[in-house]
């Protein structure tokens, strides 16, 4: 195998990686917001679902819920699993994880929000979901930003467990070119990009956590 | 008619009763304050009044409708949504440690309720905004940050903010326990400067001077009773032991 033809391999193994990473923010934050209001929701019922499914999500590999995930559909209903399912299940399985870790990073966010903001908001005529979307959820964002920046960090190195499923993304096609060839260099290039992704993002993230200290609470 | 009417309120908190069988009457453009030793009962009966706490028994009544009463058998009543509402404009609250929203700007602190809440014209409110900034001697400080901002100066944002909604009574926490001294005189003087405005005022306060000369009626409580009250005069010339003991304390 030239060394083109193996960029390009590992090119392309980038870019699922990326897909997976984007994907699963996309889903996963709203998600999680949604979970985190139920968990935190008067009804006693929605809060001990949201409580337990938080705790299957955090109390259990990640890579073993890829393939409940990825599996599930054939053992449970005799499902054929169809060609495009693989990608499929790979984003439903990371965002339904990282949304329950998103939820308890909001729910604590909410949770520091000062009782006086919601009386001083109650008293100028702010409605319940005024309250939320205009006073108490911006600051949120604020304060609970870091939280996010280590889970969208982890979530980068996280997009590898996707080689369980044999999904071709970076460290999946880099380990097959490594066996094929016997050689090392796929590794040091995955690697290269895990960590020159990783800056990417953490630079952004810390470009955002700047123009969030217009103020400071 | 009375602007303000609270009747027979009795409020705990689990086993501690707090409110003991007050009744008050604020009548339009009248100041009322309430005096007390810390632990009686002053914020709680304004959180009432501002319907932050719920009431145990009584009935509140403004402008002649009522607007949450108590059924004597555990139960708590409130009016219909839009009563409800309408009821809730009358008044504002100023918080001891003002609740600014920090994440606007001054000028938006103000005019956000009006435009998202009331539905009113934006470019009518930004006009009054700045009007009220120029009542507070806050007009270059519009765009600046509440962390920007000397507790002073945050307290007169509070006031601007709450002003804007155009309420007929104001409700005052304690405005200038959270200030250094040399900074209470100004929110003071933005507060006496309502008062010529014959805006309703409620006031929680410690400053025993501002209070005497700018009340029309003083309440003094103590250990969730009202123990005297009365015109500002013959409350701080009254001989009632407690009320003495207070101002003496507080003297020393
Ligand atoms: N939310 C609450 N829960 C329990 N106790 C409270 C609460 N709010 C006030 N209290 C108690 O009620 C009493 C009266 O408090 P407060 O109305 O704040 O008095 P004041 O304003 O005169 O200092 C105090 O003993 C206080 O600890
Ligand atoms: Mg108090």
Same mark, same amino acid.
Request: proline share 3%; aromatic share 12%.
């Given at each position: 195998?030239?060394?083109?033809?193996?960029?390009?391999?590992?090119?392309?193994?980038?870019?699922?990686?990326?897909?997976?990473?984007?994907?699963?923010?996309?889903?996963?934050?709203?998600?999680?917001?949604?979970?985190?209001?139920?968990?935190?929701?008067?009804?006693? !019922? /929605?809060?001990? *679902?949201?409580?337990?499914? $938080?705790?299957?999500?955090?109390? =259990?590999? +990640?890579?073993?819920? @890829?393939?409940?995930?990825?599996?599930?559909?054939?053992?449970?209903?005799?499902?054929?699993?169809?060609?495009?399912?693989?990608?499929?299940?790979?984003?439903?399985?990371?965002?339904?994880?990282?949304?329950?870790?998103?939820?308890?990073?909001?729910?604590?966010?909410?949770?520091?929000?000062?009782?006086?903001?919601?009386?001083?908001?109650?008293?100028?005529?702010?409605?319940?979901?005024?309250?939320?979307?205009?006073?108490?959820?911006?600051?949120?964002?604020?304060? !609970? /930003?870091?939280? *996010?920046?280590?889970?969208? $960090?982890?979530?980068?190195?996280? =997009?590898? +467990?996707?080689?369980? @499923?044999?999904?071709?993304?970076?460290?999946?096609?880099?380990?097959?070119?490594?066996?094929?060839?016997?050689?090392?260099?796929?590794?040091?290039?995955?690697?290269?990009?895990?960590?020159?992704?990783?800056?990417?993002?953490?630079?952004?993230?810390?470009?955002?956590?700047?123009?969030?200290?217009?103020?400071?609470? | 008619?009375?602007?303000?009417?609270?009747?027979?309120?009795?409020?705990?908190?689990?086993?501690?009763?707090?409110?003991?069988?007050?009744?008050?009457?604020?009548?339009?453009?009248?100041?009322?304050?309430?005096?007390?030793?810390?632990?009686?009962?002053?914020?709680?009966?304004?959180?009432?009044?501002?319907?932050?706490?719920?009431?145990?028994?009584?009935?509140?009544?403004?402008?002649?409708?009522?607007?949450?009463?108590?059924?004597?058998?555990?139960?708590?009543?409130?009016?219909?949504?839009?009563?409800?509402?309408?009821?809730?404009?009358?008044?504002?609250?100023?918080?001891?440690?003002?609740?600014?929203?920090?994440?606007?700007?001054?000028?938006?602190?103000?005019?956000?309720?009006?435009?998202?809440?009331?539905?009113?014209?934006?470019?009518?409110?930004?006009?009054?905004?700045?009007?009220?900034?120029?009542?507070?001697?806050?007009?270059?400080?519009?765009?600046?940050?509440?962390?920007?901002?000397?507790?002073?100066?945050?307290?007169?944002?509070?006031?601007?903010?709450?002003?804007?909604?155009?309420?007929?009574?104001?409700?005052?926490?304690?405005?200038?326990?959270?200030?250094?001294?040399?900074?209470?005189?100004?929110?003071?003087?933005?507060?006496?400067?309502?008062?010529?405005?014959?805006?309703?005022?409620?006031?929680?306060?410690?400053?025993?001077?501002?209070?005497?000369?700018?009340?029309?009626?003083?309440?003094?409580?103590?250990?969730?009773?009202?123990?005297?009250?009365?015109?500002?005069?013959?409350?701080?010339?009254?001989?009632?032991?407690?009320?003495?003991?207070?101002?003496?304390?507080?003297?020393?």
């Amino acid at each position: 195998m030239s060394f083109q033809v193996m960029m390009m391999q590992l090119g392309q193994g980038m870019l699922k990686s990326m897909g997976i990473f984007f994907l699963t923010l996309l889903f996963s934050l709203p998600l999680g917001l949604l979970v985190a209001l139920c968990r935190m929701s008067k009804s006693g !019922i /929605l809060r001990t *679902i949201m409580r337990v499914y $938080i705790s299957i999500m955090r109390g =259990t590999p +990640l890579m073993l819920q @890829l393939l409940a995930v990825y599996f599930g559909p054939y053992y449970l209903f005799g499902a054929k699993l169809g060609k495009n399912w693989r990608f499929s299940a790979i984003i439903i399985a990371f965002a339904v994880n990282y949304a329950a870790y998103f939820a308890e990073i909001y729910r604590s966010g909410i949770g520091s929000m000062p009782a006086g903001q919601y009386e001083a908001a109650r008293l100028l005529g702010y409605s319940k979901s005024g309250t939320f979307l205009r006073i108490i959820f911006p600051q949120v964002i604020k304060r !609970i /930003l870091p939280a *996010i920046t280590n889970e969208v $960090i982890t979530l980068i190195k996280d =997009t590898s +467990l996707s080689f369980s @499923l044999a999904y071709a993304e970076m460290f999946t096609i880099a380990k097959q070119i490594a066996a094929k060839e016997t050689s090392f260099m796929p590794f040091l290039a995955a690697a290269l990009f895990y960590y020159v992704f990783n800056a990417l993002v953490a630079f952004a993230m810390e470009r955002i956590e700047k123009a969030m200290n217009y103020y400071s609470a | 008619m009375a602007l303000l009417e609270m009747k027979n309120i009795r409020k705990s908190f689990g086993d501690l009763e707090v409110i003991r069988d007050i009744s008050l009457r604020v009548d339009e453009g009248e100041v009322l304050s309430i005096i007390g030793p810390s632990g009686s009962g002053k914020s709680t009966m304004l959180r009432c009044a501002a319907m932050l706490e719920t009431i145990d028994s009584g009935e509140i009544w403004y402008m002649g409708e009522r607007a949450a009463w108590a059924d004597g058998h555990g139960g708590l009543h409130y009016p219909k949504k839009a009563e409800l509402k309408k009821v809730r404009s009358y008044f504002g609250l100023v918080f001891q440690n003002f609740n600014l929203f920090p994440h606007f700007s001054v000028i938006k602190n103000i005019t956000d309720a009006p435009i998202h809440n009331q539905k009113r014209d934006r470019d009518e409110v930004y006009a009054e905004a700045k009007e009220l900034l120029a009542k507070m001697g806050l007009s270059d400080k519009a765009d600046a940050y509440p962390c920007q901002l000397s507790g002073g100066q945050c307290q007169r944002v509070a006031i601007a903010r709450a002003l804007a909604l155009n309420p007929k009574i104001l409700y005052f926490d304690e405005p200038t326990s959270a200030l250094d001294p040399e900074l209470t005189g100004e929110v003071l003087k933005v507060i006496k400067s309502l008062a010529d405005l014959h805006i309703a005022m409620v006031i929680v306060t410690h400053e025993m001077n501002f209070a005497r000369e700018i009340s029309d009626h003083v309440m003094f409580m103590d250990k969730g009773i009202v123990e005297v009250e009365g015109s500002a005069e013959s409350v701080f010339n009254t001989d009632n032991a407690r009320m003495r003991a207070f101002l003496g304390k507080l003297r020393h």
